[in-house]
């Protein structure tokens, strides 16, 4: 069974920083294509960034280009999603999930940008 744990949110002003975290069991990170989504006040869930199997690469939603990475470190088999210059729309409950087959969920870590 997949079991995601995602942690690394909290409160940080305009223009900060966070990294969070997706640790994952029953899986190998490495073996499957990964993505972080969130979910903003008032909207529906949305995909924010991805990363594939093997060759490891990466794409991003327009909003975030630039500003967010998404990586993954095989020997912990976690995937990261660093965000940078973070904009209060970048607050919402940040969710990770892997492309098994069915997907997996974590239970979602929360962001919030505000001075």
């Known amino acids: 069974q997949v079991h995601l744990v995602e942690s690394g949110g909290g409160l940080v002003q305009p223009g900060g920083s966070l990294r969070l975290s997706c640790a994952a069991s029953?899986?190998?990170?490495?073996?499957?294509?990964m993505a972080w989504y969130r979910q903003t006040p008032g909207n529906q869930r949305e995909w924010v960034a991805s990363?594939?199997?093997?060759?490891?690469?990466?794409s991003y939603t327009d909003s975030v280009t630039g500003r967010f990475t998404i990586s993954r470190d095989n020997n912990l088999n976690i995937v990261y999603l660093q965000m940078n210059s973070l904009k209060p729309e970048d607050t919402g409950v940040y969710y990770c999930?892997?492309?098994?087959?069915?997907?997996?969920w974590g239970q979602g870590t929360q962001v919030t940008v505000s001075s």
């Open positions: 999930t892997s492309h098994t087959s069915p997907p997996a």
């Open positions: 029953g899986i190998l990170v490495r073996n499957w294509a």
């Open positions: 990363i594939t199997s093997t060759v490891s690469r990466t």
